[in-house]
């Protein structure tokens, strides 16, 4: 399943990100999130992201982020949530973190 993440990711989102990740973990057994267009991003946002991807691997289910922005990315490794969200930056785009692994 394709789903993409809208443009903020913050606390004015969060009960709308919640129920729509629910409706992606019911469905799929292979999830791959399009996260080009976030722009804006706050710790309440990358909580429920992160609590999206540890579900997703506690049930199995594969999940990656494909080709995030440069600002997602960068509150993801300040958060600390690396190990938790994986990411792909394949199509052309440059990774945040040039020594990083993309995947």
């Not at 722009?39 to 494909?66: C, E, M, P, T, Y």
Request: charged share 20%; proline share 2%.
């Amino acid at each position: 399943m394709e789903c993409s993440l809208p443009e903020s990711l913050d606390i004015s989102t969060v009960l709308d990100s919640a129920t729509h990740y629910k409706q992606w973990l019911a469905q799929e057994d292979r999830i791959q999130i399009d996260a080009t267009s976030v722009l804006r991003v706050d710790a309440a946002g990358l909580q429920v992201l992160a609590s999206l991807f540890l579900s997703a691997k506690k049930h199995q289910i594969n999940i990656q982020l494909v080709q995030p922005t440069q600002v997602l990315l960068e509150a993801i490794t300040t958060l600390g949530l690396r190990e938790q969200i994986e990411w792909n930056c394949d199509f052309g785009e440059e990774c945040y973190d040039k020594n990083s692994s993309c995947g």
